[in-house]
């Protein structure tokens, strides 16, 4: 329920994200989109000319179908990766002891492989990375077709018309069209969590030394949200492209590689501020 909540409140804000991601050439972007000064002119009017359910609020269901699928397939991986390391781990440490025959049988308990050692950092890490990678690949279908209808302002959301819009993409691009610029995705997963796990304990100290007393639930949340603007910050381009080829109708995708992508924006669209 938090979090339909949360995604609930923050939705249009998405929806004005990926309007003004794919803006600026129709050839690379959706058809309908609008040109948006800022995101409170963005916000106004989405509302003014497409409503609030059909336009700032457009395609919600999906996202509310789509994201408890994807946590919950993202903490299984997690768990079952985890399991796995720490068997293997378990399993190396006990051939470290194995006995000379000279001296008899030694059980775990003896040689002190009884308990189970803790993941690492980096281990934890990877396992997140793997995880989150399974359950964004899993559902890039539904992201796909999701961008499309936030992005194009002429097309109304239904199930069916999302049904006939994946039939479409099967049909004229194969399997690989519905998971067109999912390798940005998987890009920005490893420094996303990288960088979140990184600046989080230094944004906590940070915190504790600016309010000083402050309780350690809301220490916590001040230092996640800065470790979340900076991690999102640090790794937006990927999620431009993302936008950019997802929302693309075309049979050939937009940019034929991101190193020239990347080109591309900086030369024409003002660099960062694109």
């Known amino acids: 329920i938090c979090g339909a909540t949360a995604q609930l409140v923050a939705y249009p804000l998405h929806i004005v994200r990926r309007r003004m991601q794919v803006q600026k050439f129709e050839e690379v972007g ?5 040109s948006y000064a800022s995101t409170r002119r963005a916000l ?8 609030i359910a059909k336009g700032l609020y457009k395609s919600l269901t999906l996202s509310w179908l789509k994201g408890p699928f994807t946590v919950g397939l993202a903490f299984v991986s997690n768990d079952i990766l985890k399991s796995f390391l720490t068997k293997h781990n378990l399993r190396d440490e006990g051939d470290m002891f194995a006995p000379l025959p000279s001296q008899g049988v030694i059980s775990a308990c003896e040689a002190g492989v009884g308990e189970k050692r803790q993941l690492q950092a980096i281990e ?9 990678s399974v359950a964004k690949s899993v559902i890039a279908p539904g992201d796909r077709i999701k961008i499309l209808y936030q992005t194009d302002r002429e ?3 239904t199930w069916r018309g999302a049904y006939c819009t994946a039939k479409g993409i099967l049909g004229e691009q194969g399997p690989r069209g519905l998971w067109r610029g999912h390798s940005a995705t998987l890009l920005r997963v490893a420094p ?3 960088t979140s796990f990184a600046v989080f304990d230094p944004y ?19 230092a996640g949200a800065g470790a979340g603007m900076t991690a999102t910050s640090l790794t937006y381009p990927f999620d431009l492209f993302r ?3 997802a929302a693309h109708r ?6 034929d590689g991101y190193l020239r992508a990347t080109v591309h924006i900086v030369r024409n669209e003002g660099g960062p501020r694109a």
């Open 250 to 255: 075309g049979a050939e995708s937009p940019y």
């Open 30 to 34: 959706a058809s309908g989109s609008l």
């Open 44 to 51: 106004k009017d989405i509302c003014h000319r497409e409503g």
């Open 124 to 132: 934890r890490l990877v396992c997140g990375g793997v995880a989150g």
């Open 155 to 157: 097309k109304h959301f």
């Open 204 to 222: 906590k100290g940070a915190v504790r030394d600016f309010f000083p007393g402050l309780n350690e639930v809301y220490v916590r949340f001040l």
């Open 243 to 245: 936008a950019r080829m």
């Open 192 to 194: 996303y969590s990288a």
